[in-house]
């Protein structure tokens, strides 16, 4: 089934080119259905290549998904153009009066600041917490991830010695739980940031559920007990060359950065990545869409009840 998307998004000629089924509005109107409403908060400069990446897994599932685009009102990015911005984004103060199935809140290059510091952070604070009473499910990745279980539980994050960079092994701890149905025991994930989670707090949080690990990389999928809080500290939605370009710009600033482990085949740059993280990172969309937002969002959103859970803003998990 197809994923709704306007008829000018540049994502829409991609992905029709890569057949992964969209469906323009004016298609849209002529169906007799409900699609889910799936609205993305994206803080990513490289908006429109995040677009992409997110669209491209949201269409691979079987269910209809009409999307709606949000950015920051209290932070105008730079690195897309306004034109772009204006055509196909909403600001949280647009949308706040709407409802919707499931949110997903993207990563953001600010994970070595304070979160007090980052110049958005008390409307993403506000945004959060909208979420919990606006969308039945919340799909929180990387740097997000972090934000919100500092939000909710007040657990905060450690900066590391060096970038954690890569493509990292995880290992599933609860089989049982919908969202890793049909994973192996061992999967990959895109890797890229500075620091991690606490995971003494994360684990001593009874609200949360560690349901994958990595060695390497640490742990790497969080689910709330209710379902309704999914955090994902890597990026699973990245595209073959995501690390690549990261890697070649980093070097051309100067920066210090180690080339991205287990990425390259023999660990030789010059030769094109090796993707292994495709296929879970289906699956992990899939799940999400269907076990905690097709499969228990009301048909009509206005009955939706908030979430209610021991996690609070500003509340410290015991």
Known sequence: MPV???DALPATRILSQENIFVMTERRSASQDIRPL?????NLMPTKEATETQLLRLIG???LQVEITLLRTA???????????LDAFYKT???????????????GAPVELMDFQDVRYWDELRAIMDWADRNAYSTLYICWAAQAALYHYYGIGKIELPRKMFGVFEHR?????????????????IPVSRHTAVNESALYACPDLNVLAVSEESGVGLILSRDGRRVFATGHSEYDADTLDKEY???????????????????????????????????LLFQNWLNYFVYQETPYDLGTMRPAARSGGAGQACE
Request: cysteine-free.
């Open 4 to 6: 709704k998307i306007p």
């Open 37 to 41: 409403k799936i609205a993305i908060l």
């Open 60 to 62: 691979n599932t079987p």
């Open 74 to 84: 209290s932070y105008a990015s730079t690195n897309t153009s306004k034109t772009h």
């Open 92 to 106: 949280f103060d647009e949308a706040r009066t709407e409802l919707y199935d499931g949110f997903i809140v993207t």
């Open 172 to 188: 599933v701890r609860d089989r049982n739980n919908r969202l890793v149905r049909g994973f192996d025991d061992a999967y990959y």
């Open 248 to 282: 070649r710009r980093d070097i051309a600033k100067g920066l210090p950065v180690d080339k991205p482990r287990h990425y390259y085949p023999a660990d030789d740059e010059t030769k094109p990545p090796m993707v292994r993280w495709r296929s879970h990172a289906s």
